[in-house]
């Protein structure tokens, strides 16, 4: 992309070093900057590579032990002993693929939402990746950029940065050219505009890492997953010490070499959930692939989960209630002496084509809608404009002959924005309480009254005098308030509803009048907010601020910081925050915020720190990335206590094995095919059914709390089964065939109460698994693989009933649970919509 250069102002010569022209380098000094590699690339990079992915999977602890034991048996025991083999290939493939479909579909979007920068080359502007500036660059900044490279400031015009991101300094810095002033890259364009040569790019840049690092393919950083590497920490440690334990025991009895190392490998390979990690990549990688079909960029993979711990949202009213295209109404002059006829005026809502209304000002100037209309244009005419001055200046052309001499830039801390146009004067627009002083109320009470309509309202006021830096003219007088408004969403009652309907309570901070917000919030159905609160007038003491954000939902006229602050605020009262925004007053907010969504539209700063990057701009986006979030989170947490079950009842029973010095009750591939049966293929299934549970802390001891005791039952079931078969003198092959019936019914019975409540696949996945382990049995060749058995009658009876029994144990210990509050994640179903970014139909329930 290029265009034209406006006229540069002065540029300063540095103290040292090359001085870059006006017109920025021409193609000769890029080509040769490129050639010696000075270009602003990093090392850094935004995802692993292939050889990465391969290893992580592959070279994990649990491949280790297993692949040790897989060793083992094909050395000394039988072949189908080794089938765990086959599950431990097929983690590590299924999880390459994922995160290799993952890592393609995320690289793919971060092109899309990849940060470009202005730069001027030969006298023009041409928009390129940041990626490709060079050395001693002239980038360009405007309002809402986030710096690319550190450098010396060569142009300013009212150029205000915030370094707070960086410094953690909250007052924005003014750049001029009068001396050595340097920008910083991951700082931020608050206001004005202007030039900067490039000075330190690439990894020698101040903050070069902070937007790469928003982008970077992750699987780790989070709860879940940071609780499950502390439970395999655990087995790890526990494994080390059972298995040779376990090993010797059996040697000490009648075992021979070869089945007491089948046994103890038997004993091991129940131990690892070694699907429990697979189905946690496999599940955040689905998700981020889902999301990304729906246009929403996960840059965090672990802000999945934490979208499903989500409770407050915050918003502001631009971009996300309303559509953010901003359109003039009218404009209504003013007089402080005849405020109730501009009130009777509003009766016939004046458009911008009305006949002019002139005023006699308090000075000695003729004021009247021409010249009102001739200054909003000039205002508008600025290549820096906001959405604001861009919708002013569509209504009314730059007029001829004014000419700025000093201009202060919009700033959503100022709220207000001047040039002084010599003989015209000087012309201030703005917020009408930040622009006219409180002791003014007429004029204040009309922007009040127009602005509890849902308007948008602006003062335009006239001084005398020229503009002394950055201060508000102290001369100034009222000429006209300036009514715009913006567009309601057709989805965002809808949206709403769906947050209100899953516990999530919204909080609207915006920089507009806090009538204006009201209003808007009321017309999409936000009716139990309490009254809007004007920021301006909260507490700086955050337990203060956090009461009155427990009881108000709507605030208007808030700052960045302030935004940062009741973000903090509402996390201080134990509350999980996501925070949305599209303009660079939002960028401070997002970042503190446990999530932070950016509109693909936004500024870059708000893309840059965010976690999620809603690509198509859409606030109707968000409850389907909220649910994706929950779906993901509550399935591993239900998974989890399938895995960990397994890893229990084979750890006790390893233990009380090697107490008694018994023969281990199950050979290798009887765990593999009941834990195939109720545990793996079932896992895969639920791990990826809908849920819309909101996870809560604790995910550790909420797992334990099922896994242990249900173990625990598993475990003296099988032990009590295999020592009354033993003890009716049956066949080894036999005691462990009994046992194997046991523990496949009450590994069926944790499926079942996690599979709750039934739906007819749930059901079906339930009674196929029921069917396959019958089919073991009745087939011939499979029995025989299985080395299954079937006992006496007698003694399968008993086992049949020490298996029921067990099963009833395990059913009243889960309803005990379940009427203390205690019960394990399950899905539970939500009668709220959630609509994809397509606008197309919610996902299956």
Avoid at 726 to 754: C, E, N, P
Wanted: with cysteine; glycine share 8%.
């Amino acid at each position: 992309m290029a265009a034209s250069v406006p006229s540069p102002a002065t540029v300063t010569p540095p103290s040292t070093g090359f001085v870059t022209p006006a017109e920025g380098l021409d193609a000769a000094a890029v080509a040769e900057r490129v050639a010696a590699g000075r270009v602003n690339e990093t090392r850094i990079r935004t995802s692993r590579t292939f050889i990465e992915i391969v290893r992580a999977n592959v070279l994990t602890r649990f491949n280790a032990i297993l692949g040790t034991m897989l060793v083992l048996i094909l050395t000394f025991g039988a072949l189908p002993d080794a089938l765990f083999g086959i599950v431990l290939v097929a983690n590590s493939l299924i999880g390459i693929v994922q995160e290799v479909r993952a890592k393609r579909t995320l690289d793919r979007l971060a092109v899309l939402n990849a940060p470009s920068a202005r730069v001027v080359r030969e006298g023009v502007v041409h928009e390129i990746a940041v990626g490709e500036i060079v050395a001693d660059e002239l980038v360009e900044l405007r309002t809402g950029d986030q710096v690319s490279a550190d450098g010396v400031v060569r142009v300013a015009d009212g150029l205000e940065i915030d370094e707070s991101l960086l410094t953690g300094e909250s007052d924005p810095v003014d750049k001029r050219p009068d001396g050595d002033a340097e920008v910083l890259s991951g700082s931020i364009v608050v206001a004005g505009s202007g030039r900067f040569q490039a000075t330190r790019i690439g990894d020698e840049a101040y903050a070069r890492t902070l937007a790469i690092e928003a982008r970077r393919f992750t699987l780790v950083r989070s709860e879940l997953v940071a609780g499950i590497n502390r439970i395999l920490k655990y087995i790890t440690w526990a494994i080390a010490v059972v298995a040779p334990v376990l090993f010797w025991s059996q040697l000490r009895g009648d075992a021979g070499v070869t089945e007491s190392i089948t046994a103890a490998v038997a004993g091991v390979v129940g131990m690892v959930p070694e699907g429990l990690v697979l189905l946690t990549s496999i599940a955040f990688g689905v998700a981020a692939v889902t999301l990304a079909r729906r246009q929403v960029l996960v840059q965090e993979l672990p802000a999945v989960e934490g979208l499903a711990r989500v409770d407050v949202v915050c918003l502001d009213k631009t971009g996300t209630l309303t559509e953010g295209i901003v359109e003039l109404s009218r404009i209504e002059m003013v007089d402080d002496t005849d405020v109730r006829d501009a009130r009777e005026r509003d009766s016939s809502r004046r458009d911008v084509g009305q006949p002019d209304t002139p005023r006699q000002d308090a000075g000695e100037h003729e004021i009247g809608e021409p010249m009102a209309r001739a200054a909003l244009g000039a205002l508008a005419d600025d290549e820096n404009a906001n959405a604001t001055l861009a919708a002013v200046g569509a209504a009314f052309p730059a007029p001829d002959g004014w000419e700025r001499r000093r201009v202060v830039a919009f700033s959503s801390a100022r709220k207000w924005s001047a040039a002084d146009f010599g003989e015209h004067g000087t012309w201030v627009l703005g917020a009408p309480e930040m622009v006219w002083p409180p002791g003014h109320a007429p004029v204040r009470a009309r922007a009040d009254e127009v602005a509890a309509d849902g308007y948008r309202v602006l003062l335009l006021a006239h001084g005398s005098e020229p503009l002394d830096g950055d201060a508000r003219p102290a001369d100034l007088e009222p000429v006209a308030l300036v009514m715009l408004e913006e567009k309601v969403r057709p989805d965002a009652a809808e949206t709403l509803s769906y947050f209100e309907a899953q516990g999530v309570s919204i909080r609207v901070i915006s920089g507009d009048n806090p009538r204006t917000v009201g209003a808007i919030a009321r017309r999409v159905g936000l009716t139990e907010t309490g009254e809007p609160i004007d920021a301006r007038e909260l507490s700086d003491d955050p337990a203060e601020l956090a009461e009155v954000l427990d009881t108000h939902a709507v605030y208007g006229r808030v700052s960045p910081h302030q935004k940062r602050a009741m973000v903090s605020a509402l996390q201080s009262r134990g509350h999980v925050v996501a925070m949305t925004g599209d303009g660079v007053n939002d960028a401070l907010a997002l970042k503190d915020a446990d999530i932070g969504v950016a509109m693909g539209s936004g500024a870059a700063a708000t893309r840059a720190v965010a976690q999620i990057v809603l690509l198509d701009g859409r606030f109707a986006t968000l409850p389907g990335v909220v649910a994706e979030g929950r779906r993901v989170t509550a399935n591993i947490e239900r998974v989890a206590n399938l895995f960990l079950t397994k890893t229990a009842y084979a750890t006790l029973l390893a233990v009380v094995v090697a107490a008694l010095s018994w023969p281990f009750p199950f050979l290798p591939r009887h765990l593999t095919v009941v834990s195939s049966l109720t545990i793996g293929i079932p896992a895969f299934f639920l791990a990826l059914a809908p849920n819309t549970r909101r996870y809560v802390a604790g995910f550790v001891p909420r797992v334990l709390r099922l896994a242990i005791p249900a173990g625990t039952i598993a475990a003296i079931a099988v032990g009590v089964g295999f020592a009354l078969a033993r003890a009716q003198d049956v066949t080894t092959r036999q005691s462990r065939t009994t046992a194997t019936i046991a523990l496949f019914a009450v590994g069926l019975w944790v499926l079942v109460i996690l599979a709750r409540p039934f739906t007819r696949l749930r059901a079906l996945l339930v009674c196929a698994m029921v069917v396959a382990f019958v089919l073991a049995f009745a087939i011939t060749p499979v029995r025989e693989f299985y080395a299954l058995v079937l006992p006496p009658s007698d003694v399968l009876a008993e086992g049949c009933v020490i298996a029921g029994i067990a099963v009833l144990a395990l059913e009243v210990f889960y309803r005990i649970m379940r009427a203390r509050g205690q019960a394990p994640s399950v899905t539970e179903r939500s009668t709220a919509p959630v609509h994809g970014a397509d606008g197309g139909d919610p996902p299956p329930r």
